[in-house]
Nanobody, 128 residues
Framework: QVQLVESGGGLVQAGDSLRLSCTASGGRTKTGGAMGWFRQAPGEEREFVAAINWAATTYYRNSVEGRFTISRDNAKDTVDLQMNDLKPEDAAVYYC?????????????????????WGQGTQVTVSA
């Protein structure tokens, strides 16, 4: 059973940048599937951050558009999240996820419950 492993989290100041990486472990994610990033702050629901389908079409929540960039390497089965101009409201545990949504060009779901393969999360702390 494939599992995802995140890395790259840490403590930064507002305005700084951070790059998160996610790698499949114990197997590969489904060919043609999408990969994404979600985050969860204490006491809050897990929320969609960004996603990318197999064809490399990208999707972002409005609050990170223009600051975050999601990318993937299908051959290596990895997905990254470049986060620039970090804000205190970005602080959360960040999770990567993988799921097949029916085609290589399908629009990934923004709902966490529709994704079945997850990492353990990596902490991102942003101080003001």
């Amino acid at each position: 059973q494939v599992q995802l492993v995140e890395s790259g989290g840490g403590l930064v100041q507002a305005g700084d940048s951070l790059r998160l990486s996610c790698t499949a472990s114990g197997g590969r994610t489904k060919t043609g599937g999408a990969m994404g990033w979600f985050r969860q702050a204490p006491g809050e629901e897990r929320e969609f951050v960004a996603a990318i389908n197999w064809a490399a079409t990208t999707y972002y929540r409005n609050s990170v558009e223009g600051r975050f960039t999601i990318s993937r390497d299908n051959a290596k089965d990895t997905v990254d999240l470049q986060m620039n101009d970090l804000k205190p409201e970005d602080a959360a545990v960040y999770y990567c996820a993988a799921e097949y949504f029916g085609s290589m060009r399908a629009t990934p779901s923004r709902y966490p419950g529709r994704w079945r393969t997850w990492g353990q999360g990596t902490q991102v702390t942003v101080s003001a």
